[in-house]
């Protein structure tokens, strides 16, 4: 393997995803770890997780992707502990002058006040009102969240709003706010995605290394089906060579534990996140790079990513069409064909405040 100038020994990264914290792209200069120059071997510690805080001037992010369903996402947090290595989500952390590697899964940016400012936004006249998606970028229920109760926060306001919300998420921390989702769920404002990349434990320890297992993702969503919630289960992502064979069980144990839909999207490798997994491969599964890289080349014009629109998460050729005809398949087969409910933005109001005159009607 080759190690990057920041390649962090495995001792120090037990429980990581990432193997190196190299400089993100902005960064002038790199940093480059050196020995101090003293002839004393030091044991280096573990890494552990900072937080620091951020106070944003504004919550709701609005999008123009034309291959995505909604237009406005919330994020109560940068950076994701889940530390899973094929995060596309890793780039941004080099808009923060921090690696996308180890800094994106060690050093997080919580957002206390997220849940002021989202109300603040909400009441302005301005205003519009459709579904704001919320885990499309780092995971809301990571585990910073137990501690932190920021996206409960959250959730209690857009509750208030009667304001609809599509989550997504691989935490099982969600059933802590299942007594807020199944009072929105009775009113159609709610609908959850769990992902399952795949049912192999130790597969998923390696590549979503502090995400819980399948069975216990499976368990939420069974006790998010049984109060009421919508759920879907999402493949996301397939990787090629490594998950691809397990689309029709995943699927099935998903309908079994009561999901009532399905989506899938392909490995996405976009800027930094491309060396970080080829390395990653280059330690836990060297025997299969190959064929996981020739596929992943071949769904992207002989490139490993191609951020076209339309093109970014499924891919085209021969073998992203196989993936996509056993998916439509096995979704048919199993009942998960249909899509779930569209949300209601007919009950969105803006709840009175203390001090504020009532209205005569």
């Known amino acids: 393997m080759t190690q990057s100038d920041r390649y962090v020994p495995p001792e120090q990264r037990r429980g990581r995803g990432a193997l190196s914290r190299d400089t993100g792209r902005f960064e002038r200069h790199r940093r480059v770890d ?33 291959d995505l369903s909604f237009d406005r996402t919330i994020n109560p947090y940068r950076g994701c502990e889940h530390g899973c290595i ?4 890793r780039p941004t952390h ?38 704001v998606a919320i885990g499309t970028n780092t995971d809301p229920y990571q585990p910073i969240e137990r501690d932190r109760q920021i996206m409960r926060a959250c959730l209690e306001v857009l509750r208030a709003f009667r304001h609809p919300v599509m989550i997504a998420t691989k935490g099982t921390l969600i059933e802590r706010d299942i007594d807020i989702l199944s009072d929105m769920a009775a009113q159609n404002l709610v609908r959850v995605g769990i ?8 597969l998923n320890r390696r590549m979503e290394p502090r995400v819980p297992s399948p069975t216990r993702r499976l368990a939420t969503i069974r006790r998010l089906t049984d109060a009421g919630i919508p759920v879907r289960v999402m493949l996301s992502p397939v990787v090629p060579g490594l998950t691809d064979s397990e689309i029709e069980p995943i699927l099935s144990a998903a309908r079994d534990a009561g999901a009532r839909a399905a989506t899938w999207a392909m490995l996405r490798l ?16 060297p025997d299969r790079k190959s064929r996981v890289m020739s596929k992943l080349r071949e769904m992207h014009g002989g490139k490993v990513y191609d951020a076209q629109f339309f ?11 196989l993936i996509a005809q056993r998916f439509t398949k096995a979704r048919r087969r199993l009942g998960l064909d249909g899509d779930l409910q569209p949300l209601d933005c007919g009950l969105f109001q803006r ?3 203390a001090g504020d005159q009532l209205s005569l009607f």
């Open 34 to 66: 050196v020995a101090d120059g003293w002839d004393i071997e030091e044991e280096m510690p573990a890494l552990r997780t900072e937080v620091t805080e951020e106070r944003p001037r504004s919550l709701i992010n609005y999008v123009s992707s034309p």
């Open 86 to 89: 094929y995060c596309f989500a």
């Open 311 to 321: 093109k970014r998460v499924r891919g085209e050729g021969a073998y992203a069409a």
């Open 270 to 285: 976009p800027l930094e996140v491309a060396p970080l997994w080829e390395a990653w491969l280059d330690e836990h599964y």
């Open 94 to 131: 080099a808009w923060l002058g921090l690696s996308p590697g180890l800094d994106f899964e060690t050093r997080l940016v919580a957002r206390p006040d997220a849940a002021d400012v989202l109300e603040r936004e909400l009441r302005a006249r301005r205003y519009q009102i459709a579904p």
């Open 195 to 202: 992902t399952i990349t795949t049912l192999d434990a130790e």
């Open 351 to 353: 709840p009175p405040r």
